[in-house]
């Protein structure tokens, strides 16, 4: 039994590092956006011109000002800075507008784990022990996901209508026309804009999430002895962490559930077998040289992993009826059946059963099906349902599991003794020996033609492969 917590200093910024070199004035990362489709800029005309040492503001020509944090400048629909500096509260000029920066908290946040465990351990016989062991851990203040930094301007959807924008000539005040009573413009629903005029994603290391790991780990091993040694363990395990989804800021329940890296079930045998023929061994021990050359000096070594599946996210092929931000997921209504997994791995609902019907509207006028925000009734399609306005679906996060996973590897050495120090080993190997297809995650896209295939084999894994080699010892 055992508990321990451990500390770790965090990277990219998020604790010690460059979030204080890598800001205004030293560094900026500039952000220009357009209609989709649109052109920011030509190759001949270049980028608008701006030099991270002025961009603070300062003077009218660099003023750091916008038409939130300067409103008086806004005249017939057209902002133009009467400000040479635009401050916050604590007399320090504001972040422009446009141009990203990278946070994190005054208090520094150190990530920790808390580990522990609980064992018992049974000699069976002289050279066999079994264990049983509970382990697990808990993150805190760690990052999101694989993520050290996250963006805290990220907008929410309540209110999202699509088509809603601005009342000609304003900054601030939806048109009744395309946002209706309760529609909002995307900029009005982040939660900078309205306090700062921030349009632009910002990078915010604030080391926010946490992490659970709770594990059975089950081990039999027999100590090497009579050329023999045998270990298999198995572990039944649950790894829960955060998504960085782009919602995190708003409501990071969202983006919790299973970690992307982890099977529930693993079992993993090894075995060391010296066979027990030629001198010195338990059978033909006797043997002449010549016949101990021939059968004398052979080893056996063999590594099976057997796992269940990695999890996957089931996903729209478009969410842009129902929202503009965070995970775009289905909503199901029944049972999610097996697909086909027969014929070609590479065919639509070969993994999980999909749908042929889009979940997304042919248009966004009034009653059309699927038209959620604008009254029209959701599609479905087999178990699939597309989510209501502003929501997101009720599948959650990796809920998906792909193709197990069998591999052995083998290996097999043949020692020779030509003189009293001169040693020659002989090697064969073969990886994925039984050439089992371990198969990738599928296309987890339940209303798309590639929806459910599969096109790789998993990651790390790879087809029946055979190395000889020759060792010398002198």
């Known amino acids: 039994m055992g508990y321990g917590r451990s500390y770790d200093i965090g990277v990219f910024g998020s604790i010690f590092g460059h979030f204080i070199t890598q800001n205004l004035p030293v560094l900026g990362n500039q952000s220009l956006n357009t209609a989709p489709g649109g052109i920011a800029f030509t190759l001949a005309q270049g980028p608008p011109s701006f ?9 009218l020509a660099t003023s750091n000002c916008n038409p939130i944090t300067d409103p008086s400048g806004v005249v017939g629909g057209v902002f133009t800075p009467n400000k040479a500096q635009c401050v916050g509260v604590n007399g320090r000029p504001l972040q422009p ?19 522990w465990n609980a064992t018992i351990q049974r000699q069976l016989t002289p050279t066999i022990t ?8 808990k993150g805190t203040h760690t990052f999101i996901g694989d993520n050290p930094a996250y963006n ?17 000539g304003s900054f601030t005040q939806p ?15 982040k939660p900078f804009y309205l306090k ?15 992490s659970k790991y709770n594990a059975l780990q089950a081990t039999v091993e027999k100590r090497f002895s009579n050329g023999l040694s045998l270990q298999s363990s198995y572990t039944f395990q649950h790894a829960n962490n955060y998504d960085n989804n782009g919602y ?7 983006g919790y559930g299973p970690s992307n890296d982890y099977r529930n079930h693993v079992f993993i045998f090894t075995e060391v077998y010296q066979l027990p023929f030629g001198r010195g061994k338990k059978f033909m021990t006797d043997a002449s040289r010549a016949m101990d050359l021939l059968i004398g000096g052979w080893s056996l070594n063999t590594s099976t992993n057997f796992s269940s599946g990695l999890p996957f996210n089931y996903a729209l092929n478009s969410c842009s009826a129902e929202i503009d931000n965070g995970p775009c997921r289905p909503s ?10 027969s014929g070609s791995p590479t065919a639509g609902g070969y993994w999980f059963q999909t749908t042929s019907t889009p979940l997304q509207p042919t248009s966004n006028a009034a009653g059309t099906p699927g038209a959620v925000c604008f009254g029209g009734a959701p599609l479905t399609g087999g178990p699939w349902l597309q989510p209501g306005c502003n929501s997101f679906g009720n599948v959650g996060r990796n809920t998906g599991r792909g193709p197990k996973l069998f591999n052995t590897d083998l290996s097999l050495f043949k020692d020779f003794s030509v003189t009293e120090k001169f040693l020659v080993q002989f090697q064969f190997q073969a990886f994925n020996v039984f050439n089992h297809v371990n198969l990738d995650l599928p296309n987890g896209c339940v209303d798309c033609s590639s929806g459910g295939s599969i096109t790789n084999i998993a990651y790390g894994s790879q087809m029946r492969a055979l190395q000889f080699g020759l060792k010398l010892s002198f």
Request: with cysteine; charged share 15%.
């Open 97 to 115: 507008d446009g141009v990203g920066g990278n946070a994190r908290p005054f208090n520094n946040r150190i990530p920790s784990v808390d580990a």
């Open 152 to 168: 805290p301007n990220s907008q929410t959807v309540v209110g999202y209508l699509p088509g809603c924008g601005y009342l000609a």
């Open 248 to 254: 995190f800021n708003i409501d990071k329940k969202i």
């Open 130 to 137: 079994a264990t049983a062991a509970y382990v697990g851990n």
């Open 332 to 341: 199901v209504t029944g049972s999610i059946k097996d697909g086909s997994r």
């Open 175 to 189: 048109d009744p026309a395309t946002c209706g009573a309760s529609g909002r413009p995307q900029n009005n629903r």
């Open 51 to 59: 030099s991270p040492a002025t961009a603070l503001g300062g003077t």
């Open 196 to 210: 700062y005029g921030w349009t632009q994603g910002l990078n915010y290391a604030g080391n926010d999430a946490d």
